[in-house]
């Protein structure tokens, strides 16, 4: 299987657990590892056989905007299960992160692996 990424998507919306965080929009920052097959759409040139990470971006950034969790990890999961669904993709790496949440430390986030990620017995 091979690997398509997406690295340092930055989405604005409205995440937290404070009543504060509630009111404003904060930055994610998703990187995204997916699995699929991209040997039909490399051997025939053909964008329609391929994923589009163009087309995914999108959907993962308005995605983010209309729906509002508490947690990063809520948020990780619903993003997760909506490409693999929406996106035929047979699984993926998805880290998010959230900048700025922790003023200590310069990052934090969460990373899942969900579906199959896996070739043979090997990670990606």
């Known amino acids: ?70 947690l990063i990890e809520t948020m990780a999961e619903r993003v997760a299960a909506m490409i693999m669904a929406e996106f035929n993709v047979p699984g993926l790496q998805l880290t998010l992160s959230k900048p700025g949440a922790v003023p200590m430390a310069a990052n934090v986030g969460v990373q899942i692996t969900r579906g199959k990620f896996y070739a043979q017995g090997t990670q990606l």
Not at 14 to 37: H, M, N, P, R, S
Request: aromatic share 12%; glycine share 2%; with cysteine.
């Open 1 to 70: 299987m091979d690997r398509v990424f997406i690295h340092s998507l930055e989405v604005l919306c409205t995440i937290g657990v404070y009543d504060w965080e509630k009111t404003i929009k904060q930055k994610l920052v998703f990187d995204l590892v997916l699995a699929f097959d991209n040997k039909p759409s490399a051997q025939d040139d053909n964008i329609d056989l391929a994923l589009d990470y163009a087309v995914l971006s999108q959907r993962v950034v308005e995605f983010a905007q209309q729906h509002t969790f508490e």
